[in-house]
């Protein structure tokens, strides 16, 4: 797969450019909007409108903080906490509200309004992430608000907004440490007519990495649409993705840690993934009260992950088995992802009961697979080939019907009941045994959420539903085909806030808590399959957002997250009232920016208290570094942006300004450092 993603690239930027030369060059019509499902919106009450806690992270914010993914994008986000990995965001964990960040497994992460999980019912681990050159904003959505999309909505949704096509050709090109080198190139057009648009955007990215695990990533959309007839409109869609990262689950070991914060402690390992995609969206307004929206779509994501075999752990480091022929000595657990769906949602506009409604029906038809093959040798210690030693396929199928009705009670107070049904079907096969096992389930998902205008500058919003998240298939069915009767993660949710904005000031303040029944536990390295129902915990506390404008081009913005309570309630894995894995109980984010004309610049400081691994609540250090209590940490962070003219911008950005020396993570196995002090410069050009 490396060779032929080595191919793949410049054939796409010979595309790319062909592409620049034959596309008529004309003003892209300003009316043609290209349909999507939005999990906020854009119109001017979309947040007034939303019973439960909203982040944006705007185009212009991306653009002066020139985030290195878009896992590092929503450290800004109240309620989110990120455990770096590789340090570039290419294997995302994102957490929300105290829920483990690992593999991003607790929330529903979307892409214009479409799954990037690899299998939503199979695997909602992220595999892959969309590089953030190529999106134009980021929406976060919570509490009785997100029921509308699901399953894993229990913490949140997240949707990346890709860039519309823009008229003309802009190249970017970035630099920095580590031998980080960017390419980026966007051209787009319309029709003659101005009735359809269409455009390409490739991002191309290289470097050593922080600890030494080099990668090659390349990133490509093709995008476009048209004005079918006066009431209607159609999208597509198509993504690329290709990366190879020298990266592994293996850490550093605590004398490593202190001798060697940048060493690769695995150096044969590589994480590679190619990811396809496609979608088409379809918008029909059938009256000026009626609309519909339909959304189809299809992934597949081939995911190698070829690792060393470990012999043992001490704390100077990590031996592995010798490639002598007797043993094996190097494995890869390469897994085959296709997904596809329909999603199709009614909103309707009335006057039922004398006030103001409005009814949005969805329906959504889901379908995941999985090839989940190890292969192994002996022999090689790069080897890409070799014995099959485990073969397995999942498949799963949902449908899932949700229904909600926004009534207007007056001009300030509107009230939004929902119901959500999901219904799934999994199963798993060995295919070298022929032995197989299934289990289906449906849950029942009611929520109600409510908004109150008090005043005009203070916005009331509260919200309570049930939320769940499948067990995933190599959870629910053993190998030998057993239905492990492992009930789904069900939690009774609620939150209440106020925002507003005050004259220069802008707000979000949210209480929230969130009661689990049964939340599965990871108990093995990065989740694996040994997972278990940690049985009752609670999660509650406090998210805050603030934004203010100063005098002479001076603002501040930031959030803050108090998480008092993230705890089990029984002794089913720890003891009851043991803290949870990466749930720190204060992170916050503050941002002092200044402007004077084209230019802007913002210094930033991100920080996060202690946190513990395991359920034990482990304080000292294991001798393999796999366990023992996180440190605070605090990392400062300074960016400028510069628009020379209309053709031109340069940017620049330092993170980890002081060049703190933290760690970031214990998982999946051994100490993972906080990316040290790097720096980046680019220019941009718009022709």
Request: glycine letters at 10%; proline letters at 4%.
């Amino acid at each position: 797969m490396a060779n032929n993603s080595k191919l793949f690239k410049p054939r796409m930027i010979a595309l790319a450019v062909s592409a620049a030369v034959l596309l008529p060059m004309q003003s892209l019509a300003a009316e043609i909007q290209l349909p999507r499902i939005d999990v906020i919106g854009e119109k001017e009450d979309a947040i007034a409108k939303q019973p439960g806690s909203v982040a944006i992270i705007t185009s212009e914010e991306l653009e002066l903080q020139q985030p290195l993914s878009v896992q590092d994008a929503l450290k800004s986000v109240p309620g989110i906490i990120i455990r770096e990995e590789e340090g570039y965001g290419f294997i995302p964990n994102i957490g929300m509200r105290g829920l483990n960040p690992n593999r991003s497994q607790k929330l529903l992460v979307l892409e214009d309004g479409v799954p990037i999980a690899p299998g939503l019912f199979l695997a909602n681990e992220s595999y892959y992430s969309p590089r953030i050159e190529r999106m134009q904003s980021i929406e976060v959505l919570k509490g009785a608000a997100s029921l509308r999309y699901g399953p894993t909505t229990i913490g949140g949704v997240i949707n990346y907004k890709t860039k519309d096509p823009e008229d003309g050709v802009r190249v970017t090109a970035k630099a920095g440490t580590h031998g980080y080198q960017l390419f980026g190139f966007d051209a787009g057009g319309a029709t003659p007519s101005g009735e359809g648009v269409g455009g390409i955007s490739i991002v191309t990215a290289k470097g050593d990495g922080f600890r030494d695990n080099e990668f090659d990533m390349t990133d490509v959309v093709l995008k476009g649409g048209m004005q079918l007839t006066n009431n209607q409109w159609i999208s597509a869609k198509f993504t690329y993705y290709d990366n190879e990262i020298n990266t592994s689950y293996v850490g550093l070991r605590p004398n490593e840690y202190r001798r060697n914060p940048d060493k690769n402690p695995a150096p044969n390992d590589y994480f590679i993934t190619d990811r396809k995609s496609f979608d088409v969206n379809h918008e029909w307004e059938i009256s000026d009260s009626v609309r519909l929206n339909t959304l189809l779509y299809w992934a597949e994501l081939q995911r190698d992950y070829w690792r060393r075999d470990i012999a043992s752990r001490t704390a100077d480091g990590t031996t592995f088995v010798a490639c002598g022929g007797s043993s094996y000595c190097m494995s890869g657990r390469n897994r085959n992802f296709e997904m596809m769906g329909i999603d199709s949602r009614l909103f309707i506009t009335h006057n039922t009961f004398g006030i103001k409604n409005e009814t949005e029906i969805g329906i959504r038809l889901h379908s995941d697979e999985m090839r989940n093959q190890t292969v192994r040798s002996k022999t090689n210690p790069n080897a890409r080939s070799g014995d099959l030693t485990g073969d397995e396929t999942q498949k799963a199928d949902g449908v899932a019907l949700f229904v909600q009705n926004r009534f207007e009670l007056n001009d300030k107070i509107a009230i939004t009941p929902g119901l959500r049904v999901e219904s799934y079907d999994q199963k798993r096969t060995n295919e070298k045994t022929g032995v197989s096992g299934n289990t289906n389930n449906t849950e029942v998902m009611p929520g109600v959420g409510m908004t109150w205008q008090i005043v005009p500058e203070a916005q009331l919003f509260a919200g309570a539903f049930r939320g769940f998240s499948p067990a995933m298939v190599a959870t629910a069915i053993s190998g030998d085909g057993i239905d492990q009767q492992l009930d789904a993660e069900r939690s009774t949710n609620y939150e209440i806030g106020v925002r507003g904005a005050l004259q220069r000031l802008s707000y979000e303040a949210t209480y929230f808590r969130m009661d689990f029944d049964n939340q599965i536990v990871n108990q093995s390295l990065s989740g694996g399959v040994d997972k278990a129902n940690g049985g009752k915990t609670l999660h509650e506390g406090i998210e805050l957002g603030l934004g203010y404008d100063l005098t002479g081009g001076w603002s501040v913005d930031g959030s803050a997250t108090y998480l008092p309570t993230a705890e089990f309630r029984n002794d089913s894995l720890g003891p009851s009232g043991n803290r949870l894995p990466y749930a720190p109980k204060f992170t916050s984010n503050l941002n002092l920016n200044y402007k004077i004309g084209d230019f802007r610049t913002t210094l930033g400081a991100y920080y996060v208290s202690e946190q513990y691994v395991d359920a034990a609540n482990t304080k000292a250090e294991s001798t393999d570094g796999t366990k023992g209590e996180i440190d605070a940490y605090t990392v400062f962070n300074l960016s400028a942006f510069y628009d020379i003219n209309k053709q031109w911008s340069v940017f620049g950005t330092v993170r980890n300004l002081a060049d703190r020396k933290y760690i970031a993570s214990r998982n999946p196995d051994g100490i993972f450092p906080g990316a040290e002090r790097n720096a980046e410069i680019g220019a941009s050009y718009k022709f």
